[in-house]
């Protein structure tokens, strides 16, 4: 089997797959389970059908084919068995780990890794979308390049003086493939750029700001749709949506604001693919206040919501306000609702619309607490800036003055500076 050939990550309707869930001694079984069972749903969602699984739980990773040899046999009898003709293991692989895999049970062999990155690289749209998936894709491809890479051959040098070797087929392809990650990373760079400037845009008119984050599935955008009235993509499936999607929002008593929909997160989600979706990840970063939305019907939700405050914690978005959304109560018992410790809480259904004009109140509360009540007062010759200020802020009413009106109203911090010359003292 060649190079390229074990390599080869894109999982087909065509693919039957056999899936092995691995794990140490000192991970507790049940979580092995659920990873392998998590495994067996991103296959369906990349399109291949699961034929068989099995489970290995080791003192320590065999450095050769990351499982024991007596298991590895196992995989090939049971690939001849069931005509699989793919096999993908839920733990990162070297090179060298899944060449000599691929070598003994005579299919391809991939990760769990490769397995996300193919669902990204099936469902990327836009241009910046796929743009992130290929950075994703080359940066984890780098460090498994063994040999003579995609079968290629070594490279003579020429000239008096520099007879020899010369570059190697594996050192050209890794110089080529830096190449490339420099060119999509200077892409990204300036799609990174005009988001910031969209930011930028928003904060300078003080546009609050809300990002739905949460597990792969939990259905945030049904929930956008929901909240804002749009029709963005939403399916019952892992990585349905990849591209973030803001849309206006109109809160009770408050003022127009933003709501982003974000790519989901997923446990052991690929290092590269965070480093690839930077751009994408700003988006929540730089939002006034997140929306976790938990699947409240899945039987892993306290893990499922584990891994999400795992990475709040390492993307350094801990101080920021959180509103806690559990969805899909309308098919979740009614006993789990009182399971929930989080607060400020909210439970709903973005299918039937239950409990949504609650979150729309709470998300209005958490936009009021970031203002400040304030008189305005403006002079007969100016009253037609309250036209301005009424697309910047709710004015909760007017009273006639003698030479003018005066407005009672709520005013960020950066509204009130713009504002200063008409706040009554």
């Known amino acids: 089997m060649t190079n390229q050939a074990f390599l080869n990550s894109k999982v087909t309707a065509q693919d039957r797959a056999i899936v092995i869930g691995v794990g140490l001694k000192s991970e507790p079984l049940t979580e092995i389970k659920e990873n392998l ?45 069931s005509g699989a003709n793919i096999v993908i293991m839920d733990h990162q692989l070297s090179g060298v780990q899944q060449r000599n895999l691929a070598q003994t049970v005579k299919v391809r062999v991939i990760d769990r890794n490769q397995l996300i990155l193919d669902i990204f690289a099936q469902r990327a749209q836009t241009f910046e ?48 493939i830096r190449e490339r990650v420099a060119i999509i990373k200077d892409k990204l760079e300036g ?24 597990y792969t599935n939990s259905g945030k955008s049904s929930l956008l749709n929901r909240l804002t009235g749009s ?11 990849l591209d973030p999607t803001t849309r206006k929002i109109f809160l009770p008593d408050g003022p127009p604001s933003v709501v982003t929909d974000t790519v989901g ?35 892993n939700m306290e893990r499922q919501v584990e891994v999400v405050e795992g990475l709040i914690k390492e993307f350094n978005w801990s101080d920021k306000k959180i509103i806690h959304v559990f969805n899909k109560c309308d098919v979740a018992p009614l006993e789990k609702q009182f399971r929930v410790k989080a607060y400020p809480r909210v439970f709903v259904s973005a299918l039937t619309g239950q409990g949504i004009e609650q979150l729309k109140k709470l998300m ?16 007969r010759s100016e009253e037609y800036k309250i036209f301005d200020l009424g697309r910047e802020a709710q004015i909760v009413r007017k009273e006639t003055a003698t030479e003018g009106t005066v407005c009672y109203t709520q005013l960020t911090p950066a509204l009130m500076s713009r504002w200063k010359d008409y706040v009554v003292k």
């Open 191 to 214: 799609v990174r750029k005009n988001r910031a400037q969209h930011r930028q845009s928003r904060r300078r008119h003080e546009i609050p700001s809300f990002a739905l984050i949460g």
């Open 265 to 299: 997160f997923i446990r052991k989600l690929p290092t590269q693919l965070i480093e690839a979706f930077k751009a994408t990840l700003e988006e929540s970063s730089e939002a006034d206040v997140l929306i976790h939305v938990v699947d409240l019907s899945s039987p």
């Open 129 to 176: 979308g796929k743009l992130q998936v290929e950075l994703a894709q080359l940066l984890d491809q780098m460090p498994r390049m063994i040999g003579a890479w995609m079968e290629s051959l070594s490279r003579q040098g020429g000239g008096i003086g520099t007879r020899g070797p010369g570059e190697t087929a594996l050192e050209n392809d890794r110089r080529r």
């Open 231 to 241: 029709e963005v993509l939403a399916k019952n499936q892992v990585f349905a949506t």
């Open 364 to 379: 209005a509360q958490m936009v009021s607490e970031m203002q400040t009540d304030v008189q305005l007062y403006f002079p």
């Open 37 to 81: 069972l998590e495994l067996e749903e991103l296959v369906a969602a990349a399109g291949g059908e699961v034929v068989g699984s099995l489970i290995q739980v080791l003192p320590s990773w065999n450095p050769a084919t990351l499982i024991g040899t007596g298991k590895v046999e196992d995989v090939a009898e049971m690939v001849r068995d």
